[in-house]
């Protein structure tokens, strides 16, 4: 299947600095890519859809300008959250969206995540 | 989005089958059910997906009702490899709507 890419794996940052997760979709151009927050034993939540060269659209309770969203081109979309806090530590998980030709449908794929630790 | 219900958690034994199941009652007509799976510390990988038929792969079989109101993901012989939580995701055909997670059934294994 498709390869989606993310880096760093992990981080360590202090407080109050910002930190910026790179998503990439290796083999295919995606229509659409999708950050995910999952805390420990929890589920993940959609944090926020992003559309290559329009911005970015956040769900309920996500604040915009503290998670900076730039998707630059159909293979590349960044995550950069600022001013990091404590309770900003959790697994950040892009996903990238591809139309298959062969199937005219829409398939969704996972990167890795990126896990964050904000001391 | 129509709603599933899984077990919180499952035990199965090396090398024996496990049948997870999930509750789709108020699935629609367009709804294809999609599981997949993720491993501890990973993203979540696709298993298998389905409309109206079972469906096999080289991962998993699925096997939906006939009234499609529940579904079974069989891995016909699990491996610890497999330990991981497996999520049952409703998505309607053609949709542009993101993957929606639910809280997954927990797979154990044991050797």
């Known amino acids: 299947g498709a390869v989606v890419s993310q880096h760093p794996s992990r981080v360590i940052c202090k407080s109050g600095t910002s930190v910026k997760i790179e998503c990439r979709s290796l083999?295919?151009?995606?229509?659409?890519m999708f950050w995910y927050r999952q805390f420990p034993k929890q589920s993940l939540m959609l944090m926020a859809t992003?559309?290559?060269?329009?911005?970015?659209?956040?769900e309920q309770g996500v604040e915009k300008d503290k998670f900076l969203i730039n998707h630059a081109s159909l293979t590349l979309s960044t995550l950069t959250v600022t001013s990091a806090h404590p309770e900003d530590s959790s697994f950040y998980i892009c996903?990238?969206?591809?139309?298959?030709?062969?199937?005219?449908?829409?398939?969704?794929?996972f990167g890795p995540g990126t896990r964050l630790l904000v001391l | 989005d129509a709603k599933t219900t899984q077990p919180n958690s499952m035990e199965s034994n090396e090398e024996e089958p496990v049948h997870l199941p999930c509750n789709h009652s108020t699935i629609s007509g367009t709804d294809y059910i999609h599981w997949y799976r993720q491993l501890p510390s990973q993203g979540p990988e696709y298993v298998i997906h389905g409309l109206t038929s079972n469906v096999n792969n080289r991962m998993a079989s699925l096997a939906i009702a006939e009234d499609r109101k529940s579904s079974t993901l069989i891995l016909h012989r699990a491996t610890l490899r497999d330990a991981a939580v497996y999520y049952c995701?409703?998505?309607?055909?053609?949709?542009?709507?993101?993957?929606?997670f639910g809280s997954g059934t927990q797979l154990t294994v044991l050797p």
């Open positions: 083999d295919f151009q995606a229509t659409t």
């Open positions: 992003s559309n290559e060269g329009s911005k970015a659209t956040y």
């Open positions: 996903s990238a969206r591809v139309r298959d030709p062969n199937i005219g449908r829409e398939t969704q794929y």
């Open positions: 995701i409703l998505k309607p055909t053609g949709s542009a709507r993101q993957l929606t």
